[in-house]
């Protein structure tokens, strides 16, 4: 009971931030190959149905996004804070999240390296968008419901989403199509984000974290919401992992079933896909709880506790570190213009041979650069706060 009272009276849980930094430090990897022509198959993206490893990361985070909700506004409430005034923060939170991402969207705006850049086709949609929107949506049921509508919300989402991919019909192609081009979230996105979606999406038009498809993303963030809620009880830590686990299994179980009907798939984000990453994320979460929280296995904890201290500005630098990389063009060995990370990768990783591995490493040096730079913020105690 000790653990309860600790987390209740803390706010917080050291697994969940463990597992927010593992999370980040994944994305880290995954968004910053060497060359994308070499990558390990789990470091990609699954083509359209199906999963990878990479399809772990951002309902992970999402879902983390849940858990951290329910710590803080729980506290915030039984303190006596405004409920109002709690979402009026929410939505600020959101608004400069979703900011950030359409700045990272358009960085830099064509005022540096000749690079090119238009008003007319910068990508609104994204991550950290979508997490914002997320955000926002599941702090408004948090603060203005209790825990039994907040299941029926996440039920909601995911009927609903289903329900409409599978049953409106969308013109010159009719109801149920689930490809790239002729689904409903693709005819939504190509008509009132025309011109403003993903240039690397499968079709044009499309975008992964495009407007449809947002309705079940809200419903990973309250599996986490739900998550929280069921940590802050009054259960023995034991009672609490293997209840995790179970409901874990029971999630995943569930969504390999509803694949049957509709297709576990990242980019359209479908009710199954959401119910299993959700499932996965709490049997890796209770892993985390048991080991830390519980069993008190912490000494290889500070490396990910300091990746996950500043998630959202390790995550734009990132983005920002990687496009100045990319369109930096420097004198290559021959005389010719080539980028700075073309010509970095070409000393620094080509000569290892393998192509495959040279990648991956870049990979692997890119994550760990960024966690020096975490690990000064951490020294010198800079906590930038979203």
Request: hydrophobic letters at 55%; glycine letters at 10%; charged letters at 10%.
């Amino acid at each position: 009971m000790a653990e309860s009272v600790a987390a209740k009276t803390s706010g917080r849980l050291l697994s969940l931030d463990v597992f927010r930094g593992a999370t980040i430090a994944g994305m880290m990897m995954v968004n910053n190959p060497g060359a994308w022509n070499y990558i390990y198959p789990p470091f990609r993206h699954a083509a359209w149905n199906g999963w990878t490893f990479t399809d772990l990361i951002f309902p992970f985070f999402l879902w983390i996004v849940g858990v951290a909700m329910t710590f803080s506004f729980s506290k915030r409430v039984e303190q006596g804070a405004d409920r109002s005034k709690l979402l009026m923060h929410a939505f600020q939170r959101a608004v400069v999240i979703f900011a950030i991402g359409l700045f990272l969207n358009g960085f830099p705006f064509g005022l540096l390296f000749g690079h090119q850049f238009s008003w007319a086709a910068i990508r609104i949609p994204g991550v950290l968008q979508r997490i914002g929107i997320c955000y926002f949506i599941a702090s408004l049921i948090v603060l203005y419901t209790g825990i039994v509508w907040q299941i029926r919300w996440t039920v909601i989402f995911l009927v609903v989403y289903w329900i409409l991919v599978k049953a409106v019909p969308v013109p010159g192609f009719g109801a149920g199509v689930l490809e790239p081009m002729g689904s409903l979230a693709w005819y939504i996105d190509s008509t009132v984000l025309s011109g403003h979606t993903w240039s690397g999406a499968p079709v044009p038009g499309f975008d992964p974290e495009g407007i449809l498809s947002t309705l079940p993303a809200i419903a990973t963030t309250l599996f986490g919401v739900l998550t929280g809620h069921f940590i802050r009880s009054e259960r023995t830590p034991e009672e609490k992992t293997a209840w995790m686990f179970v409901y874990g299994s029971a999630l995943m179980f569930a969504g390999l079933v509803m694949d049957n009907w509709l297709p576990i798939n990242k980019n359209l984000w479908t009710s199954s896909y959401t119910v299993f990453m959700a499932g996965i994320a709490l049997n890796i979460f209770a892993m985390c709880y048991w080991l830390i929280d519980v069993r008190g296995s912490k000494g290889w904890t500070k490396p990910f506790q300091i990746y996950g201290l500043n998630a959202i500005s390790m995550f734009a630098l990132a983005g920002l570190i990687g496009r100045l990389t990319t369109i930096w063009n420097v004198s290559g060995p021959d005389g010719s213009l080539i980028s700075l990370k073309t010509w970095y990768y070409q000393l620094l990783f080509v000569p290892i041979g393998d192509p495959m591995i040279a990648s991956f490493l870049h990979s692997v040096a890119f994550m760990l650069g960024l966690y020096v730079i975490a690990h000064v913020m951490y020294r010198f105690n800079v906590i930038i706060k979203v």
